[in-house]
């Protein structure tokens, strides 16, 4: 019935949860580590382990007992790679905005409450210039990516995410919490960002969302370079 079908769906939405706080803690957990991060009991969350590892989503370490993601992760991922290969089409976008701006352009994608930068077209017009390799997933409530991707997440998301300790790596950082809601309120309404020093002093990020049916944040476009040549507020 009704009430079956909702435990089913809670089931599920635990396992992803499982999924995504492996996915940002970037190395194996221990099970009351996982439990205690989504605030669930041991109990719960060994259960939903034991059928995620039998299904190969996750895999565990004989020695330390730690769990990590699994390779049929990976395996999924490729399948929708060569299904919709966001890299591909962004391409030809990319080396356009790369050589309009004479800055290095990203392409990233969201995972979970982060983003994983999956393409670069590196500023060929500058002896010196900022860039940053495909894979780096940056610190999500410092960079502009990781703001951009919130904005546009559901609450339960922004909630954890924000419950985690933000370390404020410069002087700029934002870790006040409410300033931060505030910051993806007008990320929906602008559809842009900019993180001026707040990683790295001196260096800024100014980017767009992707969007797909109107509100679904399918990737983001940036620009990284110098903040003498990327002001905070972008001419229009």
């Given at each position: 019935?009704?009430?079956?079908?909702?435990?089913?769906v809670?089931?599920?939405?635990?396992?992803?949860?499982?999924?995504?706080?492996?996915?940002?803690?970037?190395?194996?957990?221990?099970?009351t580590?996982?439990?205690?991060?989504?605030?669930?009991?041991k109990?719960?969350?060994?259960?939903?382990?034991?059928?995620?590892?039998?299904?190969g989503?996750?895999?565990?370490?004989g020695?330390?007992?730690?769990?990590?993601?699994?390779?049929?992760?990976?395996?999924?991922?490729e399948?929708?790679?060569?299904?919709?290969?966001l890299?591909?089409?962004?391409?030809?976008h990319?080396?356009?905005?790369?050589?309009?701006?004479?800055?290095?352009a990203?392409?990233?994608?969201?995972?979970?409450?982060?983003?994983q930068?999956?393409?670069?077209?590196?500023?060929?017009?500058?002896?010196?210039?900022?860039?940053i390799?495909p894979?780096?997933?940056?610190?999500?409530?410092?960079?502009?990516?990781?703001?951009?991707?919130?904005?546009?997440?559901?609450?339960?998301?922004?909630?954890?995410?924000?419950?985690?300790?933000?370390?404020?790596?410069?002087?700029?950082?934002?870790?006040?919490?409410d300033?931060?809601?505030?910051?993806?309120?007008?990320?929906?309404?602008?559809?842009?960002?900019?993180?001026?020093?707040?990683?790295?002093?001196?260096?800024?990020?100014?980017?767009?969302?992707?969007?797909?049916?109107?509100?679904q944040?399918?990737?983001?476009?940036?620009?990284?370079?110098?903040?003498?040549?990327?002001?905070?507020?972008?001419?229009p």
């Open positions: 019935g009704a009430e079956g079908n909702e435990v089913s809670h089931s599920v939405a635990t396992s992803f949860r499982i999924l995504d706080e492996l996915s940002a803690a970037g190395r194996p957990l221990r099970l580590e996982i439990a205690n991060l989504l605030g669930e009991t109990a719960k969350i060994h259960r939903h382990l034991t059928t995620l590892r039998q299904l989503a996750v895999e565990q370490d020695g330390t007992e730690r769990y990590r993601l699994g390779w049929k992760l990976v395996e999924l991922g399948a929708v790679a060569e299904q919709i290969n890299r591909e089409l962004a391409a030809p990319l080396t356009a905005i790369r050589d309009e701006t004479r800055e290095t990203l392409l990233a994608v969201p995972i979970g409450w982060e983003t930068v999956v393409s670069v077209a590196e500023n060929i017009y500058a002896r010196v210039y900022i860039s390799r894979g780096n997933r940056p610190v999500p409530h410092a960079a502009a990516q990781g703001r951009v991707v919130l904005a546009f997440s559901t609450q339960d998301l922004v909630d954890r995410a924000l419950s985690r300790d933000l370390a404020a790596l410069t002087p700029k950082t934002i870790v006040d919490r300033a931060l809601r505030d910051r993806f309120e007008l990320i929906r309404e602008r559809l842009w960002d900019t993180a001026d020093s707040e990683i790295i002093e001196g260096v800024n990020t100014l980017l767009v969302p992707i969007l797909r049916d109107g509100s944040l399918a990737g983001v476009v940036s620009i990284v370079g110098l903040t003498s040549s990327i002001p905070s507020v972008p001419d």
